[in-house]
């Protein structure tokens, strides 16, 4: 495995990594969820990339389906990897601290509002246990098991996608 098979992970998750703190240091909280939900869904077509990428240059444009189904699963473990790094320093420097104060100046108002709706079925003097229960919730556990499900479910789904499209017909059988 040389430099050129970490090229297309490196770029995907420097993407997302820029992304998620223009949007988180930029003043567009808001929209978090949704650039959230692009970069995942990013994932298929920077997947798809890398092992065109590297069929073209390990492979000489000849490989089987299994390999280039390990390539797209090799992309999702080394992007996973660098989200896992990148996560591990935000949430220790902003994001913890960003979900606490959220939950303890939204999080009343919040409740109050599933309650009226019907959605949580607990008195409103119980709201402030069900604030601190969440807040106690706040670990870098879930946030972790966040990135690794995500990026597993669809990379898989990306790879095998991707390993059946880019299998050549000439490839050599083992």
């Known amino acids: 495995m040389n430099f050129k098979s970490f090229l297309i992970p490196i770029i995907y998750s420097s993407l997302v990594i820029v992304s998620v ?15 959230t939900i692009i970069c995942w869904l990013l994932l298929l077509p920077f997947c798809l990339l890398h092992m065109k990428y590297v069929k073209a240059v390990n492979y000489n444009n000849i490989i089987g389906g299994r ?26 420097l902003d994001f913890k601290d960003y979900k606490i104060h959220y939950m303890n100046t939204e999080g009343f108002e919040l409740a109050k509002l599933q309650i009226a709706n019907g959605k ?10 069900l604030i601190q229960k969440e807040i106690e919730g706040v ?5 972790y098991t966040a990135i690794i499900f995500k990026n597993l479910f669809l990379g898989v789904f990306a790879s095998f996608i991707g390993g059946v499209f880019f299998k050549t017909k000439n490839s050599p059988v083992i």
């Not at 949580?120 to 246990?129: C, D, G, Q, R, Y």
């Not at 670990?139 to 946030?143: I, S």
């Open 120 to 129: 949580l079925t607990i008195k409103e003097s119980e709201i402030p246990a």
């Open 139 to 143: 670990t870098l556990f879930k946030e």
């Open 21 to 35: 703190c223009i949007a988180f240091y930029g003043g567009i909280l808001p929209q978090l969820n949704k650039i």
């Open 67 to 92: 390999d280039a189904t390990k390539e797209g699963l090799r992309f999702v473990v080394i992007s996973t990897l660098i989200l896992l790094v990148f996560q591990t320093i935000f949430f220790i």
